[in-house]
């Protein structure tokens, strides 16, 4: 095993083929972020999203994808020149992976390529255990997207944050006020109805309970640009409160802790979960 690779997944204290399985995906992200600082990419663009959260702020649930923003529109913009950086960086650290872009449909503003590799054979690379190995399918992958919108709304600010291992350096990232905005976003405009995105209430939670301030205007611009709010519309605290107590009402938490369970080591506030449990966090909201 790598030296650094297993400095960072002495980090985790595996006990389960999950914890292995969550510890890999994220040591995989953080060395990919690094190909990406080598070959400048944070120069054009910033880290936002669930794992830009638990990487860099420290949230304590893992996240399954890497989700980005361009600083400036730039419809020509293309990840897939990023992706033999990515597959390099991995590659010198042991790891067997393809990096490979998505072919979108045109007129998307969003970007995608795709880490892939094999479970079970990285796995062996980091962890040795044979009861691991047994539990884990030959043929499972492993696939991390990497997604970026190249036509960002407007209203954010970002920061330097700096990762010390696999070696130092550094990540440009929203700041959490606009991160904070995002996931509201994604939690008040998620088009979908029966799939519900625990994570986004869990972060939520995470998010209030440190005090961290709504940055709504860029929650305003965000909504404007996918259709939710009209262009004559000012988005208040109040009526963003209302927005948020209406999709309150609307989820199923029962079906909402399923989706996250198993990105989480500790899952015993979950119990708390309810509709009335996030009113009384919606009146806890801060806003900058």
Same mark, same amino acid.
């Given at each position: 095993?790598? $030296?650094?690779?297993?400095?960072?997944? *002495?980090?985790?204290?595996?006990?389960?083929?999950? *914890?292995?399985?969550?510890?890999?995906?994220?040591?995989?992200?953080?060395?990919?972020?690094?190909?990406?600082?080598?070959?400048?990419?944070?120069?054009?663009?910033?880290?936002?999203?669930?794992?830009? &959260?638990?990487?860099?702020?420290?949230? $304590?649930?893992? =996240?399954? $994808?890497?989700?980005?923003?361009?600083?400036?529109?730039?419809?020509?913009? =293309?990840?897939?020149?990023?992706?033999?950086?990515?597959?390099?960086?991995?590659?010198?650290?042991?790891? @067997? #992976? /393809?990096?490979?872009?998505?072919?979108?449909?045109?007129?998307?503003?969003?970007? =995608? #390529?795709?880490?892939?590799?094999?479970?079970?054979?990285?796995?062996?690379?980091?962890?040795?255990?044979?009861? #691991?190995?047994?539990?884990?399918?030959?043929?499972?992958?492993?696939?991390?997207?990497?997604?970026?919108?190249?036509?960002?709304?407007?209203?954010?600010?970002?920061?330097?944050?700096?990762?010390?291992? +696999?070696? +130092?350096?550094?990540?440009?990232?929203?700041? &959490? +006020?606009?991160?904070?905005?995002?996931?509201?976003?994604?939690?008040?405009?998620? +088009?979908?109805?029966?799939?519900?995105?625990?994570? *986004?209430?869990?972060?939520?939670?995470?998010? %209030?309970?440190?005090?961290? /301030?709504?940055?709504?205007?860029?929650?305003? $611009?965000?909504?404007?640009?996918?259709?939710?709010?009209? @262009? @004559?519309?000012?988005?208040?605290?109040?009526?963003?409160?209302?927005? &948020?107590?209406?999709?309150?009402? /609307?989820?199923?938490?029962?079906?909402?802790?399923?989706? %996250?369970?198993?990105?989480?080591?500790?899952? =015993? @506030?979950?119990?708390?979960?309810?509709?009335?449990?996030?009113?009384?966090?919606?009146?806890?909201?801060?806003?900058?």
């Amino acid at each position: 095993m790598n $030296d650094a690779v297993k400095v960072m997944l *002495d980090r985790y204290n595996c006990a389960s083929t999950n *914890d292995y399985e969550n510890a890999l995906k994220e040591i995989i992200q953080e060395i990919a972020l690094l190909g990406l600082w080598r070959s400048k990419f944070f120069e054009k663009g910033a880290f936002y999203g669930g794992s830009a &959260l638990r990487i860099l702020y420290g949230l $304590d649930r893992f =996240s399954e $994808d890497l989700d980005f923003s361009l600083l400036e529109k730039d419809t020509n913009f =293309s990840f897939k020149g990023y992706c033999r950086a990515i597959e390099d960086e991995l590659k010198s650290f042991g790891f @067997s #992976v /393809s990096v490979e872009s998505k072919q979108k449909k045109m007129g998307t503003d969003i970007d =995608s #390529v795709f880490i892939k590799a094999g479970t079970l054979k990285n796995i062996i690379s980091i962890a040795i255990s044979e009861s #691991v190995k047994k539990k884990i399918h030959q043929g499972k992958t492993m696939k991390i997207k990497l997604e970026i919108d190249k036509n960002p709304p407007g209203g954010f600010s970002t920061e330097a944050r700096y990762l010390l291992q +696999p070696v +130092p350096f550094f990540v440009n990232t929203y700041t &959490l +006020p606009h991160l904070f905005a995002g996931k509201m976003h994604a939690i008040l405009c998620r +088009p979908w109805v029966n799939r519900v995105k625990g994570r *986004d209430w869990y972060d939520f939670v995470w998010y %209030v309970g440190r005090c961290t /301030s709504v940055g709504l205007k860029h929650l305003e $611009d965000r909504m404007k640009q996918t259709g939710h709010l009209k @262009s @004559s519309e000012v988005l208040t605290e109040e009526n963003f409160k209302q927005r &948020l107590l209406e999709k309150i009402d /609307s989820i199923d938490f029962d079906k909402a802790k399923k989706d %996250v369970e198993n990105l989480l080591k500790d899952t =015993s @506030s979950l119990k708390l979960w309810c509709k009335e449990f996030f009113r009384v966090i919606c009146e806890k909201i801060k806003f900058q």
